[in-house]
């Protein structure tokens, strides 16, 4: 097997960026989209998490294979929040519990240590045991469950809230 590099992503991704993405989009409650994105909706997300400064996207590449992404984007569009990016980090269904995780955190993280950033925030819906534990690894802790915040497959989901400064 080929070594895993964690890259910068582009816009040859793009496809199998929103491949991966609609496997959780149709099958889970892990995004609350709920519908199949297009690949010009993703070139808007990647658009969106790669301002080259706070906002940056990684994927793990496995000999030209994609096999997951990792970022920081925009957590609310008011000015004052601008110091606060919120993560996003996925593995193709096939390649989790691999490490990969790790390995495009470590990645983003390296990429951003310097940048004018305070507050780091990941939401997750519950469960995703996966997902809390890497994001401990990571060094954030939770703040609050948002209690039945979003419906998908006809019930209600909480979602989990955990935080870190960028500096630990
Ligand atoms: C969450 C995710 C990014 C973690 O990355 P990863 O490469 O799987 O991380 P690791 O292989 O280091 O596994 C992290 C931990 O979760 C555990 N784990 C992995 N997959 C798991 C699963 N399906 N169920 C329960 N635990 C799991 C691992 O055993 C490991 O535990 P440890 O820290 O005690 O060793 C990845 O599992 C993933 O993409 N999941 C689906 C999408 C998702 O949930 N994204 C996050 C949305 S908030």
Not at 114 to 141: C, Q, V, W, Y
Request: aromatic share 12%; proline share 4%; with cysteine.
């Amino acid at each position: 097997m080929a070594e895993i590099k964690a890259r910068r992503a582009e816009l040859g991704d793009l496809a199998r960026l929103a491949e991966i993405y609609n496997y959780y989009v149709i099958n889970t409650p892990i995004t609350f989209d709920l519908k199949p994105v297009t690949i010009e909706e993703r070139a808007a997300w990647l658009e969106h998490h790669s301002d080259g400064a706070r906002h940056r996207l990684f994927v793990a590449d496995e000999g030209g294979r994609v096999l997951g992404w990792a970022g920081t984007g925009q957590f609310r569009d008011r000015a004052a929040y601008d110091t606060s990016v919120e993560m996003t980090i996925y593995c193709a269904p096939e390649a989790t519990g691999r490490g990969i995780g790790p390995i495009m955190y470590g990645a983003l993280f390296e990429a951003i240590r310097n940048e004018d950033i305070n507050r780091m925030l990941a939401g997750i819906t519950l469960p995703n045991e996966a997902s809390i534990k890497i994001h401990e690894r990571f060094g954030f802790r939770p703040v609050g469950t948002f209690s039945e915040v979003g419906r998908k497959f006809g019930k209600y989901w909480d979602v989990l809230w955990m935080e870190r400064p960028l500096r630990i």
